[in-house]
């Protein structure tokens, strides 16, 4: 058991990083009071200042998000397309919904946990409604916040995803693409999906960004329309 500022945490299973270093995995974060607590904060009192585009990516085991492999290769990707003014990250997941700024706040830099790794069906059904409910608080909060909202996302995320932007009706385009990942779909491995660091994916994240870079340099107000084939844009 781990002593954390809530009841204490169950380490359920020790992992590996790709150097070899242990990493303890906590029972599901987003049933804990303090992360409840902490996205009542967020969209009760928290300010978020308006952006173009606001940039949705999922959240990560190595904390903070910021220096995980995963979240370098993105910001990286990012920072070679978008001037720092004209977007705001929102990391989402297991976490809830964080503006990227806050990643160092408790409880979001205090816990480790792979959704993927639980085969529970109750845990991850839980864990679809409680993302629901958190990503429709903060579609609402910030309405008028961004002009273009980007989901970089696979999976369980990004059904909560969707479900949050039908029942908003607030427009998130979603990469990668519906063929992107029935192409790299692989039934034989553990995450069949694969992971967001893969080169494909990382492709059209890229040419996604630009894409939405011209839009907001060209003045549009809109939400992207005319897409390519199998690119999302959810919408009521």
Do not use: W
């Not at 910001?75 to 997941?93: C, K, N, S, T």
């Not at 970089?152 to 990668?176: N, Q």
């Amino acid at each position: 058991m781990v002593q954390g500022a809530g009841a204490p945490r169950r380490v359920v299973e020790i992992v590996q990083d790709r150097h070899g270093n242990p990493i303890e995995i906590f029972d599901p974060p987003f049933y804990r009071r303090e992360f409840e607590d902490a996205y009542r904060f967020i969209i009760d009192s928290y300010p978020v200042a308006p952006r173009d585009i606001g940039l949705f990516l999922p959240c990560a085991v190595r904390k903070p998000y910021s220096r995980s492999p995963s979240h370098k290769l993105f910001r990286q990707v990012v920072d070679g397309v978008l001037a720092p003014e004209d977007y705001h990250i929102v990391v989402f997941g297991t976490c809830g919904t964080v503006p990227a700024e806050l990643e160092g706040m408790y409880p979001y830099r205090n816990y480790h946990y792979m959704l993927g790794r639980n085969k529970d069906e109750r845990v991850r059904r839980d864990f679809h409604r409680i993302e629901v409910y958190r990503l429709k608080g903060y579609l609402e909060k910030t309405r008028d916040t961004y002009r273009h909202r980007l989901a970089y996302c696979i999976g369980p995320f990004r059904k909560a995803m969707v479900e949050a932007a039908e029942a908003t009706g607030i427009a998130v385009d979603l990469l990668p693409s519906d063929p992107m990942i029935e192409r790299l779909y692989d039934i034989d491995c553990p995450f069949p999906e694969g992971s967001l660091s893969m080169q494909g994916y990382i492709d059209e994240f890229r040419e996604g960004l630009e894409r939405l870079a011209g839009m907001v340099h060209a003045g549009d107000t809109t939400a992207p329309e005319g897409c390519p084939e199998g690119h999302r844009s959810v919408r009521a």
